[in-house]
């Protein structure tokens, strides 16, 4: 069946550091790819998306590109912020408003 | 753009009770509406998907006349909580979309109601 698998959390770096959360999936055809953002007692935000192969999905100084010789689309972003602590959640689904199917989520904690 | 509101954002009631989360698209009209139960530091998992004027489809193992779902408009769903017993706090939260003759567009989240049980 289809699945999201990403990195164990918690991740904790510090400010500025280079962030790397990787994200296979096992899917057949051609799922778009997704990147959301938690942050604590709130609901999920889109952080950013990839609807076909080779696409790069990039907000906010992340960026995440749908590799589908690797089954991946890990996340990274040059320099973190303290404000990017949050979980974040990889996902796919077969149509960009159809059923979701998440990753466990990464907790990243991000210290000044 | 794109805002989905959820109320109430937290609510504490006693067991047996019943209680209603509302899921309202502030600005778009929402074709399909999803609800989702997350458990502490866990990942979400699906409970139903509704459409616009249409039953609910529930996944497997959620309890249909335990979480009755209803989408009687395009911005609009609610989840009531029907005897609502300890087990069942938990923090839920809704999305939407609206996918219509080819316009596909992601799922926009609420901000989650936090439910407690005593």
């Known amino acids: 069946g289809n699945s999201v698998t990403q990195m164990e959390g918690p991740v904790t770096l510090s400010e500025e550091a280079f962030l790397t959360i990787n994200c296979t999936y096992t899917?057949?055809?051609?799922?778009?790819l997704f990147w959301y953002v938690q942050y604590p007692g709130e609901g999920l935000q889109l952080l950013l998306k990839?609807?076909?192969?080779?696409d790069k999905g990039s907000n906010k100084g992340f960026e995440a590109t749908y590799r589908k010789e690797t089954t991946s689309f890990h996340l990274e972003k040059g320099s973190v912020q303290v404000s990017d602590s949050a979980v974040y959640f990889c996902?796919?689904?077969?149509?960009?408003?159809?059923?979701?199917?998440f990753g466990q989520g990464t907790e990243l904690s991000v210290k000044p | 753009g794109a805002v989905v509101s959820q109320h109430p954002s937290r609510v504490i009631c006693k067991s047996g009770t019943s209680v209603k989360i509302e899921c309202r698209s502030l600005?778009?009209?929402?074709?399909?509406m999803f609800w989702y139960r997350q458990f502490p530091k866990k990942s979400l998992m699906l409970m139903a998907t509704?459409?616009?004027?249409?039953?609910?489809?529930?996944e497997q193992g959620v309890e249909k006349d335990k979480f009755l779902i209803n989408h009687a408009s395009l911005t609009l769903s609610t989840l009531t909580v029907t005897s609502a017993h300890p087990e069942d706090s938990s923090f839920y939260i809704c999305?939407?979309?609206?996918?219509?003759?080819?316009?596909?567009?992601?799922?926009?989240f609420g901000d989650g109601t936090r439910l407690s049980i005593l």
């Open positions: 999305s939407a979309s609206y996918n219509h003759e080819g316009f596909d567009q992601p799922q926009h």
């Open positions: 899917a057949t055809g051609y799922p778009s």
């Open positions: 996902a796919l689904a077969y149509n960009q408003g159809g059923k979701l199917i």
């Open positions: 600005d778009f009209q929402a074709t399909t």
């Open positions: 509704s459409n616009e004027g249409s039953k609910a489809t529930y």
């Open positions: 990839a609807t076909k192969a080779d």
